[in-house]
Every structure is written in C-alpha cells, then in structure tokens.
DNA sequence: CGCAATTCTGAAGATTTCCTGAAGAATAGG
DNA sequence: CCTATTCTTCAGGAAATCTTCAGAATTGCG
C-alpha cells in the first residue's frame, strides 16, 4: 500500500517511515503543507492513505485536508496531533479526517489504526467506462460513443446513465437514481425518469447490443453487460 | 442511515438513541451480544454502522466482531468501551472495528466520528446467498440464478424467495411470510402465497437439487438444503 | 378405506407498473 | 425579449404482475 506521510518534525517522519515500511507499505514524505497537498494531489490516484500532522509549516493539516476534500479526493487521512482537546479532535474528523491519533503514541496502535483504514475497500472511480462491446462513456468530458460515433445526450440523460454505468449490473431503484440525478427526494414520484429512460434507450440502445437498459419492475432499472 | 446500536446501559443507550435520531439516523437497538449478533447479521443489508460496547452480557463485543467479520459482513464498527489501554484499544482494531471510542467522551465526538466511518464509501459486499449447489441469489441485483443461469423472478416471487433463503433449514409460518413479503396482516388468508410457491417451484426447484421448497403442512414453507 | 382438512394448479379477471407521444414549463444564450 | 434546448407533466394504452376462484390432488387421521 502506498502512504504520504507529512509530517514536519523529521525525527518521527523517519522512524514512522521505519516502522511502515517493515510492514510493507511505500512511504512518500512531505514535510510541510504545500508539498503535501502538491503530491497529494498529483499522485491521489496511487495513493491508499494520507497520515499528516496537524501543525505544519505554511499550510496546517486541516485546511489541506478540507482543500482536498473539495476537490473529491478521497483519500483515508489519519491525522496526527498533540492537540488533544476534544474540540480540535471533532474538528479534525470535521475536516474531513477519517481519524485523529494523539501525540504521544504507541506504534502499535498507529498501525492498528492504519490497518483498519486500508482495510476497508476503496471506491476509486475509473475515467472511461465500457458498456458492453460499443458503448464508451467518459466522466471528465461528459461524453458518449456508440461504436466510435459520439452520441449527444442531454445533461439528465448523461447523469442517468452515468450512475447505472457505475453500477453496472446491479438494480438501481428508483429511489437512488431520482435521489443522485434529479434534486427530487428518494420517496418522491416522478415519471420524469421514465422518459429520459426512454429517450436513453432511443438514442443508445436500439439495436441489440451486448448490453441492455433493462426495466427491473417494482425496483428500478439494471444496466446488463455480458 | 441506519444504525444498530449494542449497549447493555439502557440509560446511555437511551441518549446515545436520542442524539442519534436527532441526527437523522434510525436506530436499532440490542442490549446483548447474542441478541446484537442476530441484529446484525439478519439485518446487514440495511445497516451503514454498528456501534457496539466491548463488555456486553453474553458474547463481548470483540468476539462479535470477530464472528461477523468472519462471515464477510463488513459493516463498519464503533467500539465504545471503559478500558482504554493502547493494548485494549489495538485489540479492537484488530478484531475488524474501525474505530475505537473511550468512555466518557462527548456526544459532539461520538457525532464526528460516527459521520466519519458513514462518510466513506461502502463496502460492496456482494451479498449472495447460496442454495444448495446451483442456485444463488443476490439480494442486491434482485437477481437468481440457476446453475449460473440467470432466472427471472417477480418481485413477489423474489421477496419470498429471499425470505425463505435468509431463513433456511427454518420453517417459516404462512404468517411470517404473508407479513414480510405482502402488505397482509399476519392471520389474514389469502391463496396468493400459494400460487407463487408454485411458481417457484415451476422457475426453480422442478429438478432434483441438493435443496429444496418444501411444505410443513399445517404451518407454513422451508427451505431445506443439505 | 373413507373423510376432512389442507395444499396445489390452471386460468381468468383485477390491479399495478411502465411506456410513449405530445404539450406545457423552465432554463440558458443571444 | 426571443429562441432553442431541455426538463417535467399528463393521459392513454400496453404489459407485467398479483389475486381470486374452483376443481383436483394430497395428506393425516380415525
């Protein structure tokens, strides 16, 4: 698992550097804030945990954590801190901290904790999706091909598609899809989904395929790849 | 979010209750090991968090976690407890909490901290069940399968099914079942159930398996598997 | 064996859910 | 302010699903 450690007092970043990578992790080091939210940044997609000081030259820990945050980055952060007071531990979960260790502590413990935050699955969400055989969707420029031609779909109609995509293969209920997509609130009814539905399945899935928009009744609807 | 709740202190679990739904979470409640372990696994599906006491009458809370973890539920984990050693605390973590809680400490933290085990995303366990050798059932697709055949289900068809599977080698009563899987009252009649088991038979169990729908006459259906 | 209670089965009617086309409402851009 | 695009609503009809019913089959018991 790779780890960005920031951390500005070199003598622990060393030994904390040490301790990981006899269990098997790489270790990236930073010893301020603006490096660490440089490589953070940069190298988000390779990285599996952030372990950060609160206390850092230039820019402390927790507005790095929050200015990250706001750039849906994910990342688990373990924050270290001498500050123990409660208040400032809520406000490092608030931030967007996964979890809050006060300084001093034992190694035990710091890897129990960094355990338990690489053990829980990651949802890292990939760029292009592929349904099926013809059918490729990009995230980052909103956009469809139907067997090398680029489709125009309607910014509804690509949010819809987008999520069963993600889910691809499992039933969404209406609820999700109206919750995610729409402002609409999950009890609420609207046949406004049906017709984007249709209009998906107009635009995208007329002819047979190797994937389907399918109708789960009572549910919602599944996107079936093969 | 829903959240399930295993505290033998009826007087902190009262509040802890309270502040909880204030937030917006529906609770479930246990105030013992077994009983939380029946919760837990029966209800996963359902459940975003358990928070849980370490010392509950009974089964303690780490073998629980240990028990639900070996069982592939991985249903993020608060522990709250008095003994608030590194050693106690690392032993939570290793028995698969994700957080670890001392008592006394202050709602606004308990707060943070349960938003932040909610906040990241969930864990996607493909939550099968298996019937006997050839027949799987994902509760999350809404989908069956036989011999890796997809079967197609109603809805009625499949929330039957899915009760039956999620209590099998149990007979079920016809009051069970009419409840959870119709908007029935328990001790109303109705000859619907009947014919949908019939359909499950026709769609699933036509042949020899090494499960089967079996009817206890006079009380209700099990489902047998070997 | 014969009877009564219970369950099974097929088909038809009732109900729910979904699809579709078109028209009205909202929104953005010029 | 006008236009083009997109979103939502509405209503009719189609399709899937659920329930009911009546007769047949099965089971348990004296």
Redesign the interface.
Known sequence: MNILLIEDNRTLAKSLERVLKQEGHTVEYAWNGTDGLHLWRTRADHLDLVISDVMLPYLDGLSLCKTIREENI?T?VLFLSALGE??Q??EG??SG???YLIKP??M??LL??V??LLR????RVPDLLALGTDITLSLENNSVTLAGKEVLLTPMEFRILAYLAQHK???CTRGQLLENCFEHSKDQWSNSLEVHIKNLRRKLFSKQHACSLQT????GY?MATE
Do not use: C, W, Y
């Open positions: 994910q688990p409660t208040h531990r809520v979960l608030r901290g996964d979890d502590f034992s035990d413990e129990a904790r355990d338990a829980r699955p990651r949802a293969n499992m039933t789960v009744r009572g549910i599944k």
